[in-house]
């Protein structure tokens, strides 16, 4: 079964600092690949995805991701986090096929001071 | 994407009741499930809900505890039964919308606390 690592549970960071979350997937086939963000009381909502094409993705608020497949990674990233990036990171991987259903990740807690 | 609604965003309930929590969307949608996330931890999914048929659980939760129903396309609920302070929890719903991506959509949830 898939499996989906976040290495970074906890990241605290000042403003303008760079971020990068990891995440690791075990499946080593064709794989979709998605990170979704919960800011704090509201609801998950989508920052990125990799369905197929370039491997590094652009989402939004400046947000990008690397999918790196000899790695099994695909790991956030932004050049400089702002206060209101202040939120709960969660990487989703899912096989491609029948279910529509992807593994989560146990989601990175990320503060930013500002 | 499209407006998922669930409700009710939070209740604290007595041990040994039951809460019904509700999810309506305002576009058509494949695939509804329901998730579990409790703090610090990964959404677990908890069943898949299918329309006019009984929801297909993930190992580890059984209809008898999280009863579920989907009578048309866009609406399900599910209920917590019999709940203990174990059941505290936010319960979320997600939906893949027809037509579209192969993507899951996200309700805002409901923040259970059982005394």
């Known amino acids: 079964a898939q499996s989906v690592s976040q290495h970074n549970h906890h990241v605290i960071l000042s403003e303008a600092a760079s971020l990068e979350l990891g995440c690791n997937y075990s499946?080593?086939?064709?794989?979709?690949l998605f990170w979704y963000v919960q800011y704090p009381g509201q609801h998950l909502q989508l920052l990125l995805k990799y369905f197929s094409g370039d491997p590094l993705v652009k989402g939004i608020k400046g947000f990008e991701a690397e999918f790196i497949k000899s790695k099994f990674s695909f790991n956030l990233r932004k050049p400089s986090v702002q206060w209101s990036d202040t939120a709960e990171y969660f990487c989703?991987?899912?096989?491609?096929?029948?279910?529509?259903?992807?593994?989560f990740g146990r989601g990175t807690s990320l503060i930013v001071h500002p | 994407s499209a407006v998922i609604s669930q409700k009710p965003s939070r209740d604290i309930c007595q041990r040994g009741t039951s809460l019904t929590i509700q999810c309506q969307v305002d576009?058509?949608?494949?695939?509804m499930f329901w998730y579990r996330q409790q703090p610090g931890q990964s959404l677990t999914l908890i069943a898949t809900a299918n329309q006019g048929s009984e929801a297909t659980y993930e190992s580890g939760f059984v209809i008898d505890k999280f009863p579920i129903s989907r009578p048309n396309l866009t609406f399900s609920t599910l209920t917590v039964s019999n709940m203990s302070p174990e059941d505290s929890s936010i319960y979320l719903c997600?939906?893949?919308?027809?037509?579209?991506?192969?993507?899951?959509?996200f309700g805002a949830g409901t923040r259970l606390s059982v005394l």
């Open positions: 576009s058509q949608v494949t695939m």
């Open positions: 997600s939906v893949v919308l027809a037509g579209g991506e192969n993507i899951q959509y």
């Open positions: 499946y080593g086939g064709t794989v979709n």
């Open positions: 989703a991987v899912k096989s491609p096929g029948g279910s529509y259903i992807p593994t």
